[in-house]
């Protein structure tokens, strides 16, 4: 029977994980937005917060980020995760900076990415190394 898996001395993190699709035009308004959300997200008790925008996609094997996306001329691809201790600090924490009015206020904003083709979901840790 495998023992509990540990990483800094806790249970394996959870992370979310995000995949975006964002006209290239709007990088700094979303680079702007996302630095005033990860502060929420670390502030409220996320261990990690990362946003990275796609620079090497051109690849031979596997099914690449632009096809995966449809990315189209003038799009940029994004590839985003924020980590937790665990699923349920996760939704601890979710559950705060959602209820942060600083949150709501920068929902009130247009979003500089189309919402229809965000992809999200919660991801529990195999391999951390």
Partial sequence: MWAALTCYGAVMKYVDGF???IPTKNMGKYTALSKKAGKLWMEHGALEYCEC???DLDVKFGVPFPKRTRV???????FSWVVYKS???RDRINKKVMADPRMAKLAQDEMPFDMKKMS??????????
């Fill in 19 to 21: 995949l975006l699709v």
């Fill in 53 to 55: 925008v796609g620079d």
């Fill in 72 to 78: 189209k001329r003038g799009e940029s691809v994004l």
């Fill in 87 to 89: 699923k349920a600090q």
């Fill in 120 to 129: 999200y979901g919660g991801f529990k840790t195999l391999v951390d190394l």
